[in-house]
DNA sequence: CGGAGACAAAAAGTCAGACTTATTCGTCAC
DNA sequence: GTGACGAATAAGTCTGACTTTTTGTCTCCG
């Protein structure tokens, strides 16, 4: 995924940054460049590449006689693409999963009035695409098919909307649907209802009304609120 | 604001990461390390630093036999409150001020639902004394009293929802608000309603009613759409 | 006993130079 | 035209020496 390994300082940083956003170090600990640069046996040039990125995270902070310290997860830079993958990929799966779909929940809605308005014909035909093609595959243990298209559709979704904040989340809500598909347990095929919104949701947007395309939207990230037992009692 | 010029890498950055997010170099413009680091009077070292955080920030690719390529907009990692900081400063600002509203306008509504239901009674407190502080000061040309509770009563929203992500875009709201104070045009105090819907915002959480916060928090990002004509006829 | 100032140590920061490696482009043969 | 080979190029890496800032400590004087 993205780019791995690109060099020697991403090398580092593939296995440093999954440590620290795994809360390996508490906060406050005291890294060393030099001891670092030893373990995994780079020049301190590289390391110090690799330390220039973590800062600019927020992960790590670099003060001059006293070392590389590890900053509390509320300095994070939680929306760098880089740190979501890391802590999906790490023990903090879960909560990072909580929250994005809760971050889904809140702009996804809007996104879609918003793509009434202002999608392209072809975007249209994007979205019907998507949908036929989640419906063609909704049946019959299909579920890796199914996925592609249900990623594309919301892709498209975000990108329609246009605004470039939320057309970046693609691949956040990307990574979110193929881990409910793949890590969390999910051997049934998708819910009906669900398919059926979003073929719903692409004849809103087609018909460009945004209100029905917010609400339906709505309804399917409630959807995937429930899932998680993230409720609105 | 942030971290200014902590080191010579900070001071590139400083310069170098403005006029990038400014469009002064078309997407696939390349520079070399060796000619930036002339121009900058620092040694290839510290250059290379730079350039590393500009690549973890997705504004420039690195590439051997090729040099420092500009990437295009759309790949940017516009979440960065880096990059934040460097378009609201430089031309890209308006564009940058309708985006971070609409965030807002999706974000926002649901922060406050969920503060309604997770503030703990430190947190109501504190929302309410900041809307009492926009009250106090929401006439006689106090802007800068005012904006600060503002900002501090977004923030506190943001905090409440006890979602980190969401809980991160305190900082961006706070500019978003400052730059409306600030920038735009904003002889005239505020207006009343916005901040009888802050007091009210406050009354629903300690309520506890999850509804009525949201919608009132909904009702004062339209407003902030409206301002800048971000309608919805 | 306590505080102020000076000193020493530690770790990051910076620089310069030599070397390596991957990539691209041009050329030449087929 | 196409393919392979080779040279040029710019990033990548390493090393070692030096600088700078910060902190902790030690001493000296009140």
């Known amino acids: 995924m993205s780019t791995p390994g690109r060099g020697l300082h991403g090398h580092v940083l593939d296995t440093l940054g999954p440590e620290i956003t795994a809360g390996e170090y508490p906060p ?18 590289v390391m110090r590449e690799a330390v220039r990125v973590l800062e600019s995270m927020h992960l790590v902070e670099s ?19 880089q740190v979501i993958r890391w802590r999906l990929a790490g023990k903090d799966r879960p909560q990072q999963l909580r929250s994005l779909t809760l971050l ?3 702009i996804e809605p809007v996104a879609a009035g918003l793509a009434a308005r202002h999608a ?3 975007q249209c035909a ?35 909307s246009g605004n ?10 990307a990574e979110v649907l193929a881990g409910r598909t793949h890590h969390d347990v999910m051997f049934e095929d998708p819910d009906p209802a ?32 429930q899932e998680l037992d993230i409720l609105a009692p």
Request: hydrophobic share 40%; net charge neutral.
């Open 28 to 45: 406050g600990s005291v890294l060393r460049t030099d001891e670092l640069a030893q373990r995994f046996d780079v020049s301190r040039s």
């Open 63 to 81: 003060r001059r006689r006293v070392g590389v310290t590890v900053r509390p997860k509320s300095q994070w830079n939680v929306y760098d693409p």
């Open 164 to 173: 470039e904040m939320f057309a970046r989340l693609g691949d956040v809500v």
């Open 194 to 225: 669900a398919v059926t919104l979003h073929v719903q949701v692409a004849e809103a947007v087609r018909a460009g009304d945004a209100a029905r395309a917010e609400e339906l939207t709505r309804e399917i990230t409630v959807g995937a609120l």
């Open 120 to 122: 392209t014909s072809q």
């Open 104 to 106: 889904r929940s809140a």
């Open 126 to 160: 994007e979205l019907t695409e998507c949908a036929l093609g989640m419906v063609a595959n909704s049946r019959g243990h299909r579920l890796e098919e199914y996925l592609v298209h249900d990623m594309a559709f919301h892709r498209v979704i975000l990108d329609a």
